[in-house]
């Protein structure tokens, strides 16, 4: 559907859907790619804009939320911004905000300068270094992605704009691995691109593998919840075999739960019609990636007959029966940041409420004709339950739809006021091949139409 607009889009709260006794309003907008939003212990709420393949720098921007004045807290210093990476979010904890840039953790001194806690981390490929949070035992957790779609490094990561900076990068376990030695033939798009050359699974690009390999594990991995002190030391695995933890959170009884990104239908390997999901997260726990999802083997029937390569990379797996997911969300949601509701006067106390961003097709998925996510649902952790909380009125991203609802929702939150926060990204411009990001064709439009949209859910009957 193609519409035509003069100007930006607009906002109406009263184009997103809400059960009966909650409303939304709109309390900030002007914003540049906001992916994240956290309070401080005096109700401020601070947007982080991601600075992912824009015009516009990573900042903070920090919210009156009962005015909707703001101003820039804290912008990036140039030489830390890395345009394919990704500012992806930021944590209030004991007094100071720790944010999350690409690879590295670091603190804003009340000066306005910066005190890194973790640097090195592997976040320069596909997936980022997520954002943080606080837990109940006072140290930070956050989860990190993977380098690569399904383990292998292919074309596609050339495409998505890594692989030629970063040529030696590649998927590492978090506990050594045997490798089932496959490696798969590629144009060789590091050098002549009429070559061909053999790549295999957790190595450079154009390096083989044999059979009974072991690599070694880190505990800077690739596809893994992490946590550390404050000040950055006893950094440590939580569990693994994740292909991208996006947002990670607590339950008000202290269970960890993060959402995990399914695999996208391009690369080396993939299947089609791979899941978002929602982990309870057991400690020491291997999750299945690269060679399961929703803890279902990739050549597993269950996926049916599409995809490719979908035979294991690994000889031995960790666990030969992964954990399976709580709930699951349809194929390329793109489940992102997410909050447990504390509060009884909102409703559904315990439950989680997940920003749904929105497909990418046709990058993540040529299958798909109807529009995926583009909204917030809740879920309850124990039963497994997904209903639809907030809504477009028409499903979809409102720059392409009648209607001036959600664009894509990034990150929920509850404020210390009750009500939840939903940050919306805004607009994003995508390549028209099929399945394949084409270089500099790809941009991410300056968000002068991205918004903080709060949904106010005291009882107002």
Known sequence: IKITRSGPRGH????I????????????TG??????????????CYVSEAGHKIDSKPRIVKVDVETGASETFFELPEERWIKFGAFTGACWHEGSLYFMNTDTLSRIRPDGSIVDVVTGLAGRGDHQSNYPVSGPDGKLYFGQGTATNAGVVGP???ATEWLQHYPDFHDVPAKDVVLAGRNYEVQDVLGDVTDTILTGAYVPFGTQTHPGQVIEGKTKCTGAILRCNPDGSELEVVAWGLRNPYGTGFHPDGRLFAVEHGSDERGLRWISGDLDDFYEIEEGAWYGWPDFASGIRLDDPYWGDGGRRREPVLREHPDPNPPRPRASFAPHAAANGFAFCRDPRFGFEGQ???ALYGDLVPITSHHTTTPMGFKVVRVDPDSGEVVDFAVNKIAGPASKLPHEGFERPSHCAF???????????????IAPEKN????????????IASSVNLLVGYNLL
Do not use: M, R, S
Request: hydrophobic share 40%; with cysteine.
């Open 17 to 28: 859907l809400l059960p009966d006794g909650y409303v939304a309003e709109t309390v900030v």
């Open 156 to 158: 596609d990561n050339f």
């Open 436 to 447: 394949v990001l084409k270089i500099d064709q790809i941009k991410f439009i300056k968000q």
């Open 31 to 44: 914003l540049n790619a906001p992916v994240h939003c956290t309070f401080d212990d005096h109700g401020y």
């Open 415 to 429: 404020g210390p006021d009750g009500a939840l926060y939903v940050v919306d990204w805004g607009e994003i411009e």
């Open 12 to 15: 109406n709260p009263d184009d």
């Open 352 to 354: 989680a409420f997940v």
